[in-house]
Structures are given as C-alpha cells and as structure tokens.
Antibody, heavy 123, light 110 residues
Framework: QIQLQQSGPGLVKPSQTLSLTCVISGDSVSSNSAAWNWIRQSPSRGLEWLGR?????????DYPLSVKSRVKINPDTSKNQISLHLSSVTPDDTAVYYC?????????????WGRGTLVTVSS | QSVLTQPPSASGTPGQRVTISCSGG????????VHWYQQFPGTAPKLLIYSNYQRPSGVPDRFSGSKSGTSASLAISGLQSQDEADYFC???????????FGGGTKLTVL
C-alpha cells in the first residue's frame, strides 16, 4: 500500500528551524516519474505549496519565491524519505504541513498526501 | 491571499447539480492545467479532478471539471450528503513560479 508517513515536532519556537520528515512506502523517493512536495495549510494563508524535490538522473529542487530564502527540501535515499526545513519561523508559519506526491510529469497535481502534521510556532 | 478566486460557500439539496467556480488569470488558469481537490474536516485534501477534466480512478462520474479562458468550474451532479466538504482549485502560476491554490469553497448539502 502506497502511503506517506509524516513525523516531526508539533511545537517550534520563533526564530528556530521547523523540521519535518515524510517516509515513503510503496514508492521510491528516487523514482524518475515522481516529485515529492511539501504543502501547508492555515486559516490565514490557505493552502500553500512550499516546494519539491525529484530525481531525473540527478537531484533537483524547486521552491516558490515566497519562501525560497527560508526553505530546503532534502531527499534521503537510505531511508526512502524527504525532509522539510523551514528556517527563521514566526507565528505566521503555524499551519498543518503535508507531504504529497506528484506523478504528473509537469501537470503539477498531487495524487497522494500524507495525513498532515500540525506545527505551532510559539514561545 | 490567493489569486485563484473561489466563492467561499455553495449549497444544494440532494439530487441537485451544483457548480463551483475558480477565477484566475493569464499566468495560471489561462496557460496551465487546473486541478480540483476535496477535503473533509481533519483530513488531507484528496485529488478529485486533474488536468481540467480528468477523474482519478475511483472518483464518481458525478464530478466533472471544465475550463474556459482564465476560469474553471467544478460541477457535482446528483448531489449527495457525503459530498459536503471543502473544494479547492489549483494551477501552476508562471509569474510566481509556484503552484497556486484557490481559497476553497465550503459545500453544504441542505
């Protein structure tokens, strides 16, 4: 069964780095036909795409301009997982964070989602 | 703020047909594919329609999507109580270099 299992702290202090992991079961992080994404959702910001990593003979990553200076998504082939690192967090980064798969090869849609991790930024 | 505009709410009675609109611009809907997601409270979004009108396996044909110019629509026919959920449109935006989501429409089945 293909699934994405998320883990990480639910509480992060302001100015610190938010780190989450997403273990992939039933597919490969190194698949040549998939891209692995992080998306977050909050009442104030709605759904927001945070970026992706994917393998096409070498590793690539893409990030939206809105968070590019603060976000990094890393693949870990030994554990078949991806991780999200969001630096210098503020209370505005409080959200439910999802990892998601995109197998559309340029269509930019997400057919498999993790269950989500609520992360609160507070001192 | 989202640049894909959806009505915040929609409603219908069982058996009715309802449509949810998604309005964008030339850099997103006007030049890229539109996708729709369904989300129930406390759960992750689920892909409902992809590439403007395609349905993933398992999605009933009561759900359909269309696109015209810089707008897209999701139609649900034969409305059922279990369709009560939030619905989001999404598309790539060439100017922002990222995926955009609509603000979501909460569908109530009366």
């Amino acid at each position: 069964q293909i699934q994405l299992q998320q883990s990480g702290p639910g509480l992060v202090k302001p100015s610190q780095t938010l780190s989450l992991t997403c273990v992939i079961s039933g597919d490969s992080v190194s698949s040549n036909s998939a891209a692995w994404n992080w998306i977050r959702q909050s009442p104030s910001r709605g759904l927001e795409w945070l970026g992706r990593t994917y393998y096409r003979s070498r590793w690539y990553d893409d990030y939206p301009l809105s968070v590019k200076s603060r976000v990094k998504i890393n693949p870990d082939t030994s554990k078949n997982q991806i991780s999200l690192h969001l630096s210098s967090v503020t209370p505005d980064d409080t959200a439910v964070y999802y990892c998601a798969r995109d197998r559309s090869r340029g269509g930019w849609y997400f057919d498999l989602w993790g269950r989500g991790t609520l992360v609160t930024v507070s001192s | 703020q989202s640049v894909l505009t959806q009505p915040p709410s929609a409603s219908g009675t069982p058996g009715q047909r309802v449509t949810i609109s998604c309005s964008g611009g030339s850099f997103n809907i006007g030049s890229n594919l539109v996708h729709w997601y369904q989300q129930f409270p406390g759960t992750a979004p689920k892909l409902l329609i992809y590439s403007n009108y395609q349905r993933p396996s398992g999605v009933p044909d009561r759900f359909s999507g269309s696109k015209s110019g810089t707008s897209a629509s999701l139609a649900i026919s034969g409305l059922q109580s279990q369709d009560e959920a939030d619905y989001f449109c999404a598309a790539w935006d060439d100017s922002l270099n990222g995926v955009l989501f609509g603000g979501g429409t909460k569908l109530t089945v009366l």
